[in-house]
C-alpha cells in the first residue's frame, strides 16, 4: 500500500491524549515524532499551566495550508498536527507533529520548518498561569 499525501489537523481542549501511531504506508522510512511539552517555568516564573488561545477555525486552517506546503517543497509522504486550546497542566502535551517521509532528512527539515512557521504565523497565543505558592 503507498501512501498517498496526507494531511489531517485537530485542535482539541486541553492536554492531548497519549499518541498512537498510525499505520505506515509503502515508502515511508522515516516517521519524526515531535510533541511540545509544558514546562514548569516560563522565563524565571514558576508556573502551574499554559492556557492557550486559538483563533478558529482560521488556525486550523492555517496548520493545514502550512502542512501541505511543507509535504511539496520538502517531499515528505504526511503530516499529522495536533494542537491544544485552554488548559494544559504542566508535564502534559499541549503540540503534537508527526512527519512521514522516505527517509530522515527530509522529515526533520520539514518539522523544523513547521514548528518555526507556526509559532510565526498561526493564530495561536499563550498565556502563562502561575503558581499560587
Known sequence: MSVAAVVTVSVLDGPLPAHVPSALGEGVGAVVLFEGVVRGSEGDRTIDALEYEVYEPMASRELGLLASELLATHGVLAMHVWHSCGRVPVGQCSFRLEVWSAHRVEGLRATDEFIHRMKRDVPI?????????
Open 125 to 133: 497565543w499563550k498565556r502563562a498561569v502561575e503558581s499560587a505558592g
